[in-house]
Every structure is written in structure tokens, then in C-alpha cells.
């Protein structure tokens, strides 16, 4: 079945510090997603990438599609202390209209950061 | 105003009983979703319900029954509970060519 492997696992840095994360699929998928999990709470959507090659913002946070669609990166610039949690990769592969197609994720990335 | 909301948060069980975990989201979504996360904190998707219908059905032990009354409800109905089940289990909702808007989990330990 599709795969993600998503790296690294963790990652400790210093508050301020830029933090670059990434996936990659054996197989293509044509809408990218980067979730962030806090303990006790369920993943939130940071970024979604519907085209490949799509570069996307959020404040902080910047997330790529690639150009061959089996991969993606997460960029956090200026790292604090509230980026602290789980961050996972998803990609979906839809058949044709509708959005049916299952949503597979990454293994996560656990973050910490020191003040 | 939780969009996606899930009871109870946590339930602790007896292996051998049966449990059901609710799940209703009011975001007006189409689909909606039970994925299951591991220990390890692996996500993995269980069943999904379009309108009412299954259209997903992952490998999953027939102990576990989805049921949806109507698209804004989809609840998991577990018979049988053994101690593997224990896992947080979480639903999500979507709407088409959108993510995911997942509800805050029920842990659910099995003793």
C-alpha cells in the first residue's frame, strides 16, 4: 500500500532557529497537507498544496508541493516555543470528482524547542 | 461551537466489553471519518462515510461497526474489546477538495 517516510523523527533546537521537515511517497498524490498535533488534542491543518510545484505560506510556516508529487517540505522560520508538537505529513490521492480519496500520513515529526 | 465533537475523551474498559465512541460535526462536511493512532503516534484510517454511505473500509477487525445516521453524525461501535484496541481514536469530517478537520480524540484503554 502507499507509504509516507517522513524525516526526521525529532528534532531539539533553540528557540529562533530555523526547522525544516520533509516527506516523500512511493507513489504520487495529488493534494499535499501538513498537520500539527498538541498533546491531548487532534491534528490542525497548517497548509494545504493542491498543485504540484505550489509554494504556500502561513505566517511562519512554508510548505512545498514537489514537481514530481511525491514529495513535500515544511519550513518553520524563527522557531518559538508554542511550535513545540507533532507534525505530520498527509497526501491524497482523489479518483476523478469529490474528495473520497483516504488521507495518508507521515510517522511525525516531534519538535521541541528550548527557550 | 466545537466544529468536530467526539465523546466521551477518555474511556477506560474491561476486555470483552462493548463500547461505542459518538461523533458528530457541525461544519456541514460530507464525509466523515474514524482514524485510529497508534502508540507510536501513527494515524491510520479506519472508515469513511460519504452521505450515510461506506466508502472506506480499511482492514479493520469486524469488531468494529461504524454506523451514520446522517451526515453530520458517525459513531464507532466496538464489541469485544481487547487490550490491542487501546488507542486514541479519532474522527474527522471534510468537505470536498479540502483537508481534514478532526475532532480532539477519545483515548481508549483497554484493562
Known amino acids: 500500500g502507499q507509504q509516507l517516510n517522513q524525516s526526521p523523527q525529532s528534532m531539539f533546537i533553540q528557540e529562533g532557529e530555523d526547522v525544516s521537515m520533509n516527506c516523500t511517497s512511493s507513489?504520487?498524490?495529488?493534494?499535499w497537507l501538513w498537520y500539527k498535533q498538541d498533546p491531548g488534542e487532534g491534528p490542525v491543518l497548517l497548509i494545504a498544496?493542491?498543485?504540484?510545484?505550489e509554494l504556500t505560506s502561513n505566517g511562519r510556516l512554508t510548505a512545498q508541493f514537489g514537481i514530481t508529487r511525491k514529495d513535500s517540505f515544511l519550513n518553520i522560520s524563527a522557531s518559538i516555543p508554542s511550535d513545540v508538537g507533532i507534525y505530520f505529513c498527509?497526501?491524497?490521492?482523489?479518483?476523478?470528482?469529490?474528495?473520497?480519496?483516504?488521507?495518508?500520513f507521515g510517522q511525525g515529526t516531534t519538535l521541541q524547542v528550548k527557550p | 461551537d466545537t466544529a468536530v465533537s467526539q465523546t466521551p475523551k477518555y474511556l477506560v474498559t474491561q476486555m470483552g466489553n462493548d463500547k461505542s465512541i459518538k461523533c458528530e460535526q457541525n461544519l456541514g462536511h460530507d464525509t466523515m471519518y474514524w482514524y485510529k493512532q497508534d502508540s507510536k503516534k501513527f494515524l491510520k484510517i479506519m472508515f469513511s462515510?460519504?452521505?450515510?454511505?461506506?466508502?472506506i473500509n480499511e482492514t479493520v477487525p469486524n469488531r468494529f461497526s461504524p454506523k451514520s445516521p446522517d451526515k453530520a453524525h458517525l459513531n464507532l461501535h466496538i464489541n469485544s474489546l481487547e487490550l490491542g484496541d487501546s488507542a486514541v481514536y479519532f474522527c474527522a469530517s471534510s468537505r470536498t477538495g479540502h483537508g481534514y478537520t478532526f475532532g480532539s480524540g477519545t483515548r481508549l484503554t483497554v484493562v
Open positions: 498527509a497526501g491524497q490521492f482523489n479518483r476523478g470528482s469529490g474528495n473520497t480519496g483516504k488521507l495518508i
Open positions: 498544496l493542491y498543485k504540484a510545484g
Open positions: 507513489s504520487i498524490f495529488n493534494t
Open positions: 462515510y460519504n452521505n450515510k454511505e461506506l466508502i
